[in-house]
């Protein structure tokens, strides 16, 4: 089979890991696997893939903040759960984090494969989507690929990797509150962690380059004891 499908597994029981990618290359898909989110996280910016399955409860970073983090970087590629948590609020917790689907533990084989032929199918339809790469904010936009702010005058705002994956999470999750920890977690991705100062003087900055008025803001918000908001109602 020319051009297999490749999938990302990660899951931190090995028995459970070997008989999914078993199957899984018995159906014609080349599988690429860990064992904790942090190994997932290095593979999948390695390679591209066509579908990710991730257990929830892994070591060192759990699936769903595995999940945040690549729909920061891509959010096409379809995504599913596995758990071993049955409560609507886990169900609901994890399609918010931009699953596409979630099979509770234990499954049956042939179930989990028709859900990911069936992801498969839906993640080559939209191969030819456009990706997330800009956003418009006033007369600037940002452009998430190659870190730029073009502003309205045409003159270039350089940005850093950080201030772009900070803005595409607000702005993914625009008109929602954005705790600190989900920001530590998804932006700084464990390695180091800054003080609540520093996303401050990250919004503050936002705020210079975008808000018409900076001492009153209506795009970039703190949220007291919660963390963060973007606001924008024309999208």
Known sequence: MLNKKRILLAEDEDHLLEAIKLNLELEGYKVSTANNGKKAL?????????????????????????????????SEVPIMFLTAKNTNEDKISGLKKGADDYLTKPFNLEELILRVNNLVKRSLKGEDLKEFNSYKIGDKTIHFNSFELVNGDESITPLT?????????????????????????????YDVYPSTRTIDNFILTFRKYFEPDPKNPVYFHSIRGVGYKFTDNQH
């Open 161 to 189: 990797k950080k201030e772009t994956m900070l803005l595409k999470l607000l702005i993914e999750r625009r008109n929602e509150a954005v705790s600190r920890e989900q920001i530590l977690e998804t932006v700084w991705n």
């Open 42 to 74: 290095q593979i999948f910016k390695e390679e591209r893939f066509n579908l990710v399955i991730l257990d929830v409860m892994m070591p060192e970073i759990d699936g769903f903040v595995v999940a945040e983090t690549i729909r920061l970087e891509n």
